[in-house]
Structures are given as structure tokens and as C-alpha cells.
């Protein structure tokens, strides 16, 4: 009851738009849901992913979910996940995209779910890792384990946002390192963020990974910048 009651007086609004959610509605709303434009890598053999990594690292599986634009409804959604504390965000799209990725063959091969670690004092200003919500809701129903501590970032850098390729490579080499037990040894990791730009991160997480004997790594992210 109360519940409503607040709905009521202050209602809800969509990640993406900002329009008032329905009641039945949740996070983002039906119209946004439309127009969100999706990459459909899971049905793409050589997609996008796998191309952008290629030469860099050996990826096994590669896909994002959203195309992001700038001044589009995906990057409207990601800073409101990223700085304006809508944390719910996150689940919200893993539990979107885990309907297309449970049907992919290539899920059944990973053993562990790996977040793109923040550094502890990042963790701190946030409260929260952002790709957190999105690596437990596929790691619930893909029934994989969710590894939140095997990487660790080393550095505290400033946002990459505005770097270029180059500028972020230089920044990013050697931040993360790994911590691993002989459970993680032969094993296949899923590494998860939430949007691939340069790749630069993703790269280096990957090959800090890579230190693990026999590791296989594939890539799944809520978005991939698009031109």
C-alpha cells in the first residue's frame, strides 16, 4: 500500500527519457525499449566485438548489447548508472540482455563471471561498481559464478572519456593485476563492463587474465561506442 502510495505522489521515471514509468514499467519504458538501438552481436558470428579485439587478444566470444551514441537514450541510461546513483539500472539490462545470451552455445564454456574492477577509492566516491547489478543478473540465470576479486586495479586514474586511443593505452598499461587460486587455473573467464570504446581496458583487464595458466577469456558489455 504505501508502496503505491508513493508511486503516486512521486512516480517514477525512465532511464532513458524521463518520462513517468507505467505501472507496468520498470527502469526504462516501452517507447525507450523500442528505440534503444541494439547491436544483435549475439547473432553475428564475426560481429563488431570480436572484430574490435582481434590481433590484441585471443577472444573466444565477443558482444555488446546497445549501440552508444552521444545524446542518445544509452548514454542518457549510463550516467544515471555511472554518477547519478541508479544503481538499478544495471540489473535491468543484465536481465535484458541474459534472454539473448542463454541461448548462445558459447555460455555454457565460461566458468566465472570478472567485472572491470574500480580502484577502492573510486569504489568509495561511487558506493557501488557500476557493471555489479549486470554481472549478477547474467551470472543468476546463466547459473555462472560471479568472481568480483580475481582483478584488482592498481592505479586511481581520472575518466578516459575524453582521451584518445593512444592517450588511454599509455594511461591503462599495467593497472590491473590478478589474484588466483588453482581453481582458476584452465578455466573460462566472462569479462564484463559497461561500454567499449577504445577497448584499451577491456585489453588490459584481458591480459591480466591472460597470467592465469591456461585461461580463455570472452567479452559481454552493456554497450559498444558507435559512430
Not at 565477443?62 to 554518477?83: D, T
Not at 551470472?139 to 586514474?157: C, G, H, S
Not at 587455473?185 to 584481458?206: A, N, P, R
Amino acid at each position: 500500500m504505501w508502496k503505491h502510495l508513493v508511486n503516486l505522489f512521486f512516480p517514477k521515471s525512465c532511464a532513458g527519457c524521463h518520462s513517468f514509468l507505467l505501472s507496468d514499467e520498470k527502469v526504462i519504458c516501452t517507447q525507450c525499449r523500442h528505440e534503444i538501438p541494439l547491436t544483435n552481436h549475439h547473432k553475428i558470428q564475426e560481429n563488431e566485438v570480436i572484430q574490435k579485439f582481434y590481433g590484441r587478444i585471443p577472444l573466444e566470444y565477443g558482444s555488446a548489447l546497445f549501440y552508444f551514441h552521444k545524446k542518445g537514450i544509452v548514454q542518457e541510461m549510463i550516467h544515471k548508472l555511472k554518477y547519478k546513483g541508479h544503481e538499478e539500472i544495471s540489473q535491468t539490462i543484465g536481465d535484458w540482455y541474459v534472454e539473448e545470451l542463454k541461448e548462445l552455445h558459447q555460455m555454457a564454456a565460461i566458468d566465472f563471471i570478472i567485472p572491470v574492477p574500480l580502484h577502492k577509492k573510486r569504489l568509495r566516491e561511487r558506493g557501488y561498481n557500476q557493471v555489479e547489478g549486470f554481472g549478477k543478473a547474467l551470472a543468476e540465470n546463466l547459473k555462472i559464478r560471479y568472481e568480483p576479486d580475481v582483478l584488482q586495479r592498481k592505479l586511481y586514474t581520472k575518466t578516459q572519456t575524453k582521451k584518445n586511443l593512444l592517450g588511454r593505452i599509455d594511461v591503462i598499461d599495467n593497472v590491473f593485476e590478478v589474484s588466483y587460486s588453482e581453481n582458476h587455473i584452465d578455466k573460462h573467464f566472462l569479462l564484463i563492463d559497461d561500454v567499449i570504446t577504445t577497448g584499451s581496458t577491456l585489453e588490459s583487464c584481458s591480459r591480466a587474465l591472460l597470467k592465469i595458466p591456461n585461461a580463455k577469456i570472452s567479452i559481454v558489455c552493456m554497450a559498444m561506442s558507435h559512430s
